[in-house]
Every structure is written in structure tokens, then in C-alpha cells.
């Protein structure tokens, strides 16, 4: 076992920062009925038979008790134009739901409206492990819509959007490495 002070923590998160994820909602409904949820890009597929994803959630965050406990819960994959969503939903705001459109899915979790895609689970099985909590969720019933997802990488959003629409428009398609937009512009990087 690797000794936990050999490893620079900060050095370590930025490490993992350039792993580019897409950015999803994890939501359940609370005991009492009210829709709870926290963005989170830890999300993947496990298995397809039986149809498995997992989500992790930091015991830090004020929902970790929330969804340790969830019998069912939906992860909703945002869309590009949903950066808005992903910060209120990354934020401490007070009923975060009353600020967007969802609809609740078939176990009664709630899912954002216009998302890339949502997942409605039971759950599986729930890993303490480290400072997470990994959810193993069994998918009972799913969406798509095929719009273009949002991305995260090094502290930024990220989408596909400009990328899909260059080589759309292009004739043959552009030989596009990574087009990035940011707040003041494009960023064109050529590897």
C-alpha cells in the first residue's frame, strides 16, 4: 500500500483534472419527497448485462447522507447549452429544482429536462470507499435525445457543439484537432 503522505494532493487532483469527463446531475427524491441533487462528473458505464453505472459522491458533499441511503436515483448527462445547470447544481443554493425543468422519471427520481441523455436506477449496491461513496446503479429505464454533450477538463467547460458545426459546414470535414471555446473567444490548438 502506497503511504498517503507520499502523494502531493494538489498535484494529484490536477493530474485528474486532465482527464476530460462529461458532466452530469445525480438526483434522488429525499424522505420527505422534495427532489435533492449535485453535479458530478464521476459517472461511467459498468456493465450492460445486467445494464450497470456507477457515480461516486464526495462524503464532504451535504448530499453523501442522502444518496447513502437512496433506494433509487437518476443521473441526467447535460447538454452543452446546460452549463448554467451544472454551476447551480455545483452550488449550496436552496431548492435547486425550483430553478429549472425537470420531470420526474419512472422510480419518481427527478431528471433535468433537455438533457443529452438521463439513467433511472435502483440502486445496486452502495462502496464506501476513501473520502467517496461509489453508487452501482441498475439502469430500469433510460433516455436520449442525441444533442451535444457538455464536457469538463482543467477547471473549464467544454463542449462538441462548434466542433460538430465546422465539420458539418466543411467540405471534407475540417481535419479538427480540438476547438475549444472560452469565455473571451475560441482557443484553436492544433496537435
Known sequence: MV?????????????LST?????TVLSTLQP?????GLTVNSFASVSLDPPLVLVCVSKRASSYTVFANTTHFA?????EKQKNIAKLFASKAIDKFSQIKWYACCSGSPVIQGAVANFDCQMYKFIDVGDHGVLIG??????????A????????YVGF??????NSISKPPANTHTISEHPY???LINT
Open 138 to 147: 441498475q439502469v430500469l429505464d433510460f433516455s436520449h435525445t442525441g444533442k
Open 19 to 23: 482527464f476530460f469527463t462529461g458532466v
Open 75 to 79: 443521473v441526467s448527462v447535460l447538454a
Open 185 to 187: 473567444g475560441l482557443v
Open 32 to 36: 420527505n419527497g422534495t427532489p435533492r
Open 3 to 15: 503511504d498517503k503522505f507520499s502523494i502531493d494532493t494538489e498535484k494529484y487532483r490536477r493530474a
Open 149 to 156: 454533450p457538455l464536457g469538463y477538463c482543467q477547471g473549464m
Open 161 to 166: 457543439g462548434l466542433t460538430n458545426r465546422v
